[in-house]
């Protein structure tokens, strides 16, 4: 799992993003399940909910171009971190 949490001008563009993530994560080899959860609380506040095969298909996902990309992309306007 981890929580990505959105400026809130910047909150539509966020979720595009999380959602682009979600789809070419869950194209991945390993990726059994890759959800985006938009928070019932805080409207700039999302979940991702991630399902691998292993923990070596997980740390492949952290090695790929998209996921290095999408995370430069939200860094500046939003604040994703990795909880277990």
Same mark, same amino acid.
């Given at each position: ?6 400026? $809130? %001008? ?9 959602? =682009?993530?979600?789809?070419?994560? @869950?194209? &991945? ?8 959860? $938009? %928070? ?9 909910? =991630?399902?691998?095969?292993?923990? @070596?298909? &997980? ?7 998209h ?18």
């Amino acid at each position: 799992m981890a929580k990505v949490t959105a400026q $809130p %001008s910047y909150t539509p563009q966020a979720s595009a993003l999380l959602i =682009e993530l979600a789809r070419q994560s @869950e194209e &991945e080899s390993g990726c059994i399940s890759y959800k985006i959860l $938009p %928070s019932l609380d805080e409207s700039n506040v999302f979940i991702t909910l =991630e399902v691998w095969e292993s923990p @070596e298909a &997980e740390q492949q996902h952290w090695d790929t171009a998209h996921l290095k990309q999408i995370l430069a992309m939200l860094t500046p306007r939003a604040v994703p971190y990795k909880s277990a």
